[in-house]
């Protein structure tokens, strides 16, 4: 069974709305299961945590029963690895600090020029602090795939500290991560992953992966704003955590100081349950690499392989539609039988057009993206386009139709005719 469109954007509120959302790599719409989540935490078991009385232990339940579903949606070993956050920014300058402790003067930290920037400005400040050197990784600007041959000369400085993305949050770069966790194990660094953009895509393995911290945002994968940090149980217990005195000693609740956004936390469940729905629905043809799991990990992962296979038409018809606007430049992997190695999220730039004039021509035509540099600053700066605008990102999800990218593509082709010469 393929996905079907109309049962899929019933479970979105907002898409009710008469506009296209391609705004979606900036963050998704959230979903009805989400929303009765949030609500119901809110009305029925609003509390602070570790109470002794009924609405407290309630609000401990359902964060419980959302960290179980994020370690089964991330396949990690154990809730206990599962650490909710702010956002993924706020978790990562979080951990960078308890990271330090394990880093001497002398050693390296590699960071790629294809990342988002909360995957290299925290570790560009731990390094000033603990006097580390950075190890820059390059990118092949011709279709914005990491340099490999750049990556493996970095492992010959056998880094202590490796941090890269799962895709490109500007031009939808899918990285090779099992390969590139796989390289930094083999000389002993330890391994971050933000999988931020990767999350709403394709299904995540951190197990398969072997990678040491992986890190997601619900707001991107139909939920609120809240993050999700993956961590080795092993090193959680290790990490030195910032606490206050009377906060738990032992991981998960060493790391999620303060009060949490608990209503978040129980949206970031409807978010999985909405996937849940996904896999037990329309995933019974997408069961490729499933065979190892079971209940509901198997489950997220028939739902995420669904996703990735519609998702890859959408890929075909953004290309399709793109590659005929006049004056345009497009970024990212463009070749036809490499489409699986990106996730539908095109950057581009168009003759005669500022970025941010372009934005707002779609804005007054009802269709929502993003421009500038999206804080993946590497990214334009490698580009040569930070000075000049940045670019012009559209990102669809699986809740995007066929007829709703055919639309872009002739508003695009209208407003590039519009200005040429």
Sequence with gaps: MTLDLEKIRNEFPALSRPVLFLDNPGGTQITSRSL????????????????????????????????????????????????????????????????????????????????????????????????????????????????????????????????????SNAVGTINPAAEMVEMAHTVGALVYIDAVQYAPHGPIDVQALDCDFLVCSAYKFFGPHEGVLFGRYDLLQELKAYRVRPAPLLPPGKFETGTGNFENMAGTLGAMEYLLWIGETFGSEFKENTREYSGRRKTFKLAMNAIRAYEYEVNREFIQQLEGVKGIHLFGIMDWSQLDRRVPTVSFTIDNWSPQDLAAALDREKIYTWDGNFYALAVTERLGLEGRGGLLRSGAVHYNTLDEIRRFGKVLRKLAEKRSN
């Excluded at 078991?45 to 339940?61: I, K, M, Y």
């Excluded at 990784?137 to 890269?164: G, H, Q, S, W």
Aim: charged fraction near 25%; include cysteine; glycine fraction near 4%.
């Design 36 to 167: 009765d989540r949030i609500q119901n935490y809110l009305i029925h078991t609003n509390a602070n945590h570790n109470g002794s009385f009924e609405t407290s232990r309630l609000s401990d339940q359902l964060v419980d029963e959302a960290r179980t579903a994020a370690a089964e949606f991330l396949n990690a070993s154990s809730d206990r690895e599962i650490v909710f956050g702010p956002n993924m920014t706020s978790l990562t300058f979080n951990l960078s600090r308890s990271l330090g402790h394990l880093l001497r003067t002398g050693d390296t930290i590699v960071v790629t020029r294809l990342d988002h920037d909360a995957n290299i400005s925290p570790w560009l400040l731990l390094a000033q602090d603990s006097g580390c050197n950075i190890r820059w990784v390059d990118f092949n600007p011709d279709d914005c795939t990491i340099d490999l041959a750049d990556y493996e000369r970095a492992m010959e400085e056998k880094p202590r500290l490796v941090a890269f993305g799962y895709a």
